[in-house]
């Protein structure tokens, strides 16, 4: 299944270093989403982009900024992280959110902080 | 805001026994409850869902059953197969804004 497609699989940086996650969906959905996915920790919705507008920050610290130009594509940027923020990232996309919708995830990037 | 449990975070067992995953969620509100699917190294892959209409709902070898009163849902898995092996994940949505909280996963591990 190729529907919501993510890049890189793979990313180590370092803690002042800039990044960005990119995250692509074919399936003509308008709604997406970032989780993050931690070592012995339930999946954590990070944000929420519905129509490319912003529904849902569930407390996440500003050095993650997420950016959804269009309903396609959703990214993640990254600047002066912390060790703890190492994790897989996995991005969703639904139909909307405008009711309670199957997600469909990414393969997720898995990322390394030194 | 949500709150979902989800026992056991590990289960064993053998090839063609049943499994069962159980999840619990706090919010009375909360009306749609996925499973999913996660292969190591891969997405996690929606498996089968029930709507709060619903008690129960079945595909193939999987069933999912929801007691809306005790607030538990629960995944079974019949004749298991080696292929069966992942971690399982529950969720639960309260609101339209479709945003799911997740339990905190179970590995299932099916001996051949």
């Known amino acids: 299944e190729t529907g919501v497609t993510q890049t890189p699989r793979h990313l180590v940086m370092g803690m002042t270093n800039k990044k960005s996650l990119k995250c692509e969906q074919h399936?003509?959905?308008?709604?997406m989403y970032w989780y993050k996915q931690s070592a012995k920790k339930p999946l954590e919705l990070m944000f929420v982009?519905?129509?490319?507008?912003?529904?849902e920050n569930n407390s996440v610290p500003s050095r993650f900024s997420p950016e959804c130009p269009n309903s396609s594509h959703l990214f993640l940027h990254l600047h002066t992280l912390q060790p703890e923020d190492s994790a897989l990232y996995l991005c969703?996309?639904?139909?909307?959110?405008?009711?309670?919708?199957?997600?469909?995830f990414g393969d997720g990037t898995r990322l390394s902080i030194l | 805001g949500e709150n979902v449990e989800q026992h056991p975070s590990t289960l064993s067992v053998q090839e063609g026994d049943s499994a069962v995953i159980k999840c619990t969620y706090s919010?009375?509100?909360?009306?749609?409850f996925p499973w999913y699917k996660q292969e190591l190294g891969k997405r996690p892959q929606l498996i089968i869902d029930?709507?709060?209409?619903?008690g129960e709902k079945k595909d193939q070898r999987i069933a999912v059953t929801l007691n809306k009163t005790a607030k538990h849902f629960s995944l079974h898995i019949t004749e298991t197969q080696p292929e069966d092996s992942a971690v399982y994940f529950c969720?639960?949505?309260?609101?339209?804004?479709?945003?799911?909280?997740f339990g905190g996963g179970t590995r299932l591990m099916v001996k051949p």
């Open positions: 969720a639960a949505s309260s609101n339209a804004g479709n945003m799911l909280t």
């Open positions: 969703a996309s639904s139909q909307n959110t405008y009711s309670n919708q199957p997600q469909h």
């Open positions: 029930i709507r709060s209409n619903v």
């Open positions: 399936l003509g959905h308008n709604a």
């Open positions: 919010d009375s509100a909360s009306n749609y």
């Open positions: 982009y519905n129509f490319k507008e912003q529904t």
